[in-house]
């Protein structure tokens, strides 16, 4: 029996759309809303809207309070039980093996995933390359979070009490290319980042390597970790520059995505990415 598993694209279902659409602003609504109103911000008509409330009603995951006529409905905590089963269960290091594989052969670089732990950046995943050459990084490294392209990914997306926290805790790389460690000076290179993109560390930490990488985001949007190459520097120019660039930028999508992230909640860099 076929599982309905083709590569044509599926239609979508309206009734499961518009259920979505009430829970979402059930939701995000700043205050309980009633029936007419929340039909009224979500066009879908009242005997319709008012299927779905009760039904959610039912399953646990809206409830109502009665205000003489009124009735006023609000989501129950239900979604963030299964919402945080579902954090239990992802696994950073799995979440995009394929791709990060894919973009290893291509780029011929090692493909990492970077999440912040204090001041520091933990390697949690990677997809390395064959060949006799190897690069010193590894799933359970650590590093300074703003000597790795990595680190300042994340640290340019974070919210501003928690960046200014790190600030004091900035690292002197002991590459050629090391930069002035001041909070002016990162604050300055982490504008560059959230413009571009991606960031980039060029022999900064150590001679002759460099590393480039892009942030990913949960379904909040919150910075989650960063995806990145690591290669000589050397390598770093022109077309496979671009190209290691649209890479992890890409991932960063694939990732945030899997995370549910949806497009809105990324930052305008990437929209339409």
Known sequence: MSDGGSGAERPASPGVDRTL???EQLVTADEDLTLTALAKVTRIPL?????????????????????????????????????SQLVRKVDL??????????????????VHIGVLDGASVVYVA???????????????????????????AIAAHLPADELAVLLPRL???????????????????LERVRADGYAIEEEEEQAEISCLAAPFFDAEGRITGAVGVTGFARDFVGDRRDAAAAGVVYLGIV???RLGCRSGSLPSEFVGS
């Open 21 to 23: 659409t009430v829970l």
């Open 47 to 83: 005997a319709t809207c008012a299927s779905i409330v009760y039904t959610l009603e039912h399953r646990g995951y809206a409830t109502r309070r009665v205000v003489g006529r009124s009735h006023f409905w609000r989501p129950t905590l239900r979604l963030y039980s299964l919402a």
């Open 93 to 110: 290091s799995q979440i995009a093996t394929a791709e990060m594989r894919a973009l290893a052969e291509e780029l011929g670089m090692p």
């Open 126 to 152: 990677k997809a390395a390359t064959p060949g006799f050459i190897q690069f010193d990084t590894y799933p359970g490294k650590v590093a300074p979070f703003d000597l790795t392209a990595l680190g300042r």
């Open 171 to 189: 690292a002197a790389g002991q590459g050629p290319r090391a930069r002035e460690s001041s909070s002016k000076a990162f604050m300055e290179l």
């Open 255 to 257: 990732i945030s995505r």
